[in-house]
């Protein structure tokens, strides 16, 4: 079956640089999340979108943006990287009326 | 958000079953149980969810306290692929659709050849 895609898999960053990320979900799926986890940290809730509105928003940064495109895919935008933007980024999607989230593998940015 | 609480971290021998407790002492009537799990260096995976009965599939049960004020994620064999981090999150289901998993501090399976 068809799995969350997200690339890069790997993306090394310096500060002040800018960063996107690109989900792609499950096909049909409706509702697209972001997550970030730091190192060693639970991951924590960004943004999300249902039918390409925002629909939540959780601690993201000003410095992020993201958007759901009408191909479904996503992108989160990350400008002026800090050192602390060093993390796993995952994607998740689902169907709104589902109780279970797919997650991708994550995106590791690595800001230096 | 109603709270949980689960042990920093537990073992269990290969073959044999585990029992992952979890405290949801304010869980509110609308609250479903959900547990996620997350093997290293993996994206988190959904495991299961259950409302007010006992819930089963293929990769385990979800035992639920008939107060609901505590719930087990039983493993029937643990395999050494089941050593990851386990998440057990309350989410409202009368928020509607697309609502964000909210991960706390899990518990930590090592699971032991």
């Known amino acids: 079956a068809a799995g969350v895609i997200q690339s890069p898999r790997h993306l090394i960053k310096e500060k002040r640089e800018t960063a996107t990320l690109k989900c792609y979900p499950i096909p049909r799926h409706d509702t697209v999340y972001w997550y970030q986890q730091g190192p060693g940290q639970d991951p924590q809730f960004l943004i999300s979108f249902y039918e390409k509105m925002q629909s939540d928003k959780g601690s993201i940064p000003d410095r992020f943006s993201a958007q759901q495109f009408s191909d479904y895919h996503s992108e989160l935008n990350m400008s002026s990287l800090e050192l602390g933007d060093s993390a796993l980024y995952f994607c998740?999607?689902?169907?709104?009326?589902?109780?279970?989230?797919?997650f991708g593998p994550g995106t590791r940015l690595t800001v230096t | 958000d109603a709270k949980t609480t689960q042990p920093n971290s537990m073992e269990s021998n290969e073959e044999e079953p585990v029992h992952l407790p979890c405290n949801h002492s304010t869980i509110s009537g609308t609250d479903y149980i959900h547990w996620y799990r997350q093997l290293p260096s993996q994206g988190p995976e959904y495991v299961i969810h259950g409302l007010t009965s006992n819930v089963n599939n293929r990769m385990a049960s979800l035992a639920i306290a008939e107060d609901r004020k505590s719930s087990t994620l039983i493993l029937h064999r643990a395999t050494l692929r089941d050593a990851a981090v386990y998440y057990c999150?309350?989410?409202?289901?009368?928020?509607?659709?697309?609502?964000?998993?909210?991960f706390g501090i899990g518990t930590k399976l090592q699971v032991i050849p």
């Open positions: 999150i309350l989410r409202d289901g009368n928020s509607g659709g697309y609502q964000k998993v909210t």
């Open positions: 998740a999607s689902s169907f709104v009326s589902s109780h279970e989230q797919y």
